[in-house]
């Protein structure tokens, strides 16, 4: 039996009090209405909500003091249809029979209020729950009504210091006569993909719009592989990239749940079939409406507990995988709703949906920004009228930070809820990223490669993330936080590795940066720059970043048992010559050094100084030189 219809019933034998002789119940009232009131339980039972407010409606013309019959039609009214006007008019009347029958008549009736702008008289209405010594005005009734109160001094300020809000609908390429929710774009804003319901078909399923001179084309669903006939499919997210789509599936065959988390694999313009995320992320409840950072190494989803649902997060270990989910914390999580988690690219700010913060009346959005600690800030209300007191989920916001994108029943719309955008806010923007982009190729043919590539924080060192080139383009895109220095290192069996760095600290990213490589095959004779060996100015010292390169090139060796190298040291023309030669000398000698206590046979390894005689640059430039200071190996024998 539904909940709302069981308290209702439970308060008219609990609450009704004979000092009200007007008043007529399930227990008193005449048999046509109560026939229609249990007419109207089991349409409900049956999930026909409609029907079963018409019985009750027929149950109040029957017997207008029926409370029983009021309240509930006021409850559903309200929770069911949105309807505040309907769900006013019998609330009301439930309110003037008796006040005590049932607390949550004026707790919704002041929320109406509140969403009405009618902010004294919501007040007015939740001090006579707070001030009640009635055994019924539990501590749970009296902090939700002070939870209406911060919300109606919150609206009341809000909307004296309302923020900038020009929504555009996306138009009809994206949005149908058909229910669109969820949005969810890669870096560079080339492809949306979205949830739409199939009313009165498969329920829900994901689809994608590319664009084009900033026309969405008309969207397509994603793929029969994802897409299935007679199952739910939604509430997902897509990565940067746009190679991984991690979505809700319900009561598939595979799963542990009632809705579980999958994920799928796009290799050149096909999905592979998707796969279960498994145990560390589902449970034998539900989970839904995730989002991955834009490293790959966070995913953040919901998960309902009881009557609420709360963010959890779980970090994915390149070895075990995803590792088991917890709570974002208290900071953001509270014991209300909390909806649609968006972590965005610079994996600092997070977005959401709640209606256990201090907001406009419902569900309002959110931002939350990462502490250093790694703790979360307390959360952001983006203000009205981005919130208003009806319910506002499912923030998206682009890589740049700058555009946001939503969904709403507004007026003007194609049909039902559609997706728009809006320029968001510079207070509510996240960290500063850009998106970097390009093709692996083999440098001498040109063919397009399938290969890993790894970028690291060239100051700590760290990975920062990992990924394949694309098996069919070669292509690659990833997101990357601006103001740091880079490196990038990409392999693939047969070929030698290629490193280089780059710098995004000066970078204003109107533009990705491009970043396109070319893989020379393993073979004799065959040389690279090491671009990523650093040494103390004038010395032979190996400074700390280099460890990640020299590594690689263990790592290179270690694979191809057969493989014997020369190692070569070269410098600009400034000082001496015969200084210069003994300094790359010593510079080569400290590589070959690192390879040997790495476990590289010492038979394997030469080295050599060349000095200035071998510039691959102009040494009249501060440019040239530094390319002429370099590290490289040779392979000598195979």
């Excluded at 990523?532 to 390169?549: G, V, W």
Aim: glycine share 8%.
């Amino acid at each position: 039996m539904n909940k709302l219809f069981l308290a209702c019933i439970v308060s008219c034998s609990i609450l009704f009090s004979s000092c009200y002789a007007q008043i007529v119940t399930i227990k008193n009232v005449d048999k046509k209405a109560g026939n229609y009131f249990n007419e109207a339980r089991i349409a409900l039972m049956e999930g026909q909500t409609d029907k079963s407010i018409e019985y009750l409606k027929m149950a109040v013309e029957v017997s207008p003091n029926f409370i029983d019959a009021n309240s509930t039609l006021g409850q559903f009214y309200y929770s069911y249809k949105q309807d505040y006007t309907n769900a006013e008019t019998y609330l009301s009347k439930a309110i003037e029979l008796d006040p005590n029958y049932d607390l949550n008549n004026i707790i919704t009736l002041a929320q109406i209020k509140l969403i009405q702008q009618k902010y004294d008289e919501s007040i007015a209405l939740c001090d006579k729950v707070i001030d009640s010594k009635d055994a019924a005005a539990t501590e749970r009734l009296k902090k939700e009504c002070t939870k209406i109160k911060n919300n109606c001094a919150f609206s009341r300020e809000a909307m004296q210091h309302p923020v900038p809000f020009t929504p555009i609908n996306m138009g009809n390429g994206v949005n149908s006569i058909q229910d669109e929710y969820f949005a969810a774009l890669t870096a560079d804003n080339q492809y949306v993909y979205f949830t739409r319901s199939n009313k009165g078909t498969n329920g829900e399923d994901i689809w994608y719009s590319t664009q084009n001179n900033k026309v969405w084309s008309t969207a397509q669903p994603v793929s029969s592989n994802i897409n299935s006939p007679d199952n739910n499919e939604g509430a997902h997210t897509i990565s940067p990239n746009g190679k991984y789509l991690i979505y809700t599936g319900c009561n598939l065959p595979d799963g542990l749940g009632s809705c579980d988390l999958y994920i799928a694999k796009r290799i050149g313009d096909e999905w592979e079939a998707p796969r279960n995320l498994g145990p560390s992320i589902n449970t034998r409840g539900w989970e839904s409406q995730p989002s991955i950072s834009g490293d790959g190494k966070d995913l953040y989803f919901l998960r309902r507990a009881g009557n609420h649902t709360d963010i959890y997060v779980s970090h994915l270990d390149e070895k075990t995988g995803f590792s088991p989910a917890v709570s974002v914390g208290p900071t953001i999580n509270t014991d209300g709703l909390e909806e649609r988690p968006f972590i965005h690219p610079d994996n600092q700010s997070l977005y959401f949906s709640s209606d256990g913060h201090p907001g406009m009346g419902s569900l309002d959005m959110y931002v939350s920004k990462r502490n250093p600690d790694g703790t979360w800030s307390e959360p952001k209300n983006l203000g009205y009228p981005i919130n208003t007191a009806e319910r506002e989920s499912g923030l998206f916001v682009s890589s740049d930070g700058k555009t946001a994108y939503f969904s709403s029943t507004r007026k003007g719309g194609v049909g039902g809820e559609d997706i728009y955008y809006f320029e968001l806010p510079k207070e509510a923007r996240p960290d500063e990223v850009t998106y970097v982009k390009g093709i692996v190729s083999d440098a001498i043919s040109k063919v397009n490669l399938q290969a890993n590539i790894q970028l690291f924080d060239l100051e700590t060192g760290l990975k920062v993330t990992s990924m394949s080139s694309d098996a069919k383009n070669g292509s690659f895109l990833v997101t990357l936080p601006i103001g740091k220095d880079y490196m990038v290192n990409v392999s693939k069996d047969g070929y030698l590795f290629y490193s280089a760095n780059f710098s995004l600290k000066e970078y204003t990213a109107k533009e990705p940066f491009q970043l396109n490589i070319g893989l020379n095959k393993l073979q004799e004779g065959i040389s690279i720059v090491l671009k990523n060996i650093f040494f103390e100015t004038a010395k032979a010292t190996l400074k700390n970043e280099s460890k990640t390169e020299l590594n690689k090139l263990v790592e290179l060796m270690t694979k191809n048992t057969s493989i014997k190298i020369e190692i070569s040291g070269h410098t600009d023309n400034v000082g001496a010559d015969a200084e210069n030669l003994k300094l790359s000398e010593a510079r080569a000698l400290a590589v070959k050094n690192y390879l040997i206590e790495s476990g590289i046979s010492t038979e394997r390894l030469t080295s050599k100084g060349y000095g200035e005689t071998m510039p691959i640059a102009d040494n009249n430039t501060e440019e040239g030189r530094a390319n002429n200071r370099r590290t490289e190996f040779k392979v000598t024998s195979l």
